[in-house]
């Protein structure tokens, strides 16, 4: 079983950049696809970004060109850099992994870390 930790989530202006990690303990998820998604109360969860185990990555069209996933395969850790920060990118950000390649389906996920809470201000 992985237990994935996000972190590095807070308040910021628009125009800001944030960088989320998730580390990941109880097995390395060298093989794994890992992906970042988000959630708005009253809303569903939401695909934001993937990596598979090659590198091979997929992006939401709303934060191509802003934001950029990566992984460090020998720190368990994936990351989420986020530039050009937006109001309407405020959202919990949940990091998740399965095996397999990418889909960029919820449901499609394993498991799942607690979230970690980005505010976006204008």
């Known amino acids: 079983q992985v237990q994935l930790v996000e972190s590095g989530g807070g308040l910021v202006q628009a125009g800001d950049s944030l960088r989320l990690s998730c580390a990941a303990s109880?097995?390395?998820?060298?093989?794994?696809?890992m992906g970042w998604f988000r959630q708005i109360p009253g809303k569903e969860r939401g695909f934001v970004a993937e990596i598979t185990w090659s590198g091979v990555t997929n992006y939401a069209d709303s934060v191509k060109g802003r934001f950029t996933i990566s992984r460090d395969n020998a720190k368990n850790t994936v990351y989420l850099q986020m530039n050009s920060l937006k109001p309407e990118d405020t959202a919990v950000y949940y990091c998740?992994?399965?095996?397999?390649?990418?889909?960029?389906?919820?449901?499609?996920?394993?498991?799942w870390g607690q979230g970690t809470q980005v505010t976006v201000s204008s």
């Open positions: 109880g097995r390395t998820f060298g093989s794994d696809t």
């Open positions: 998740a992994g399965r095996t397999g390649g990418g889909m960029r389906l919820t449901t499609a996920y394993d498991y």
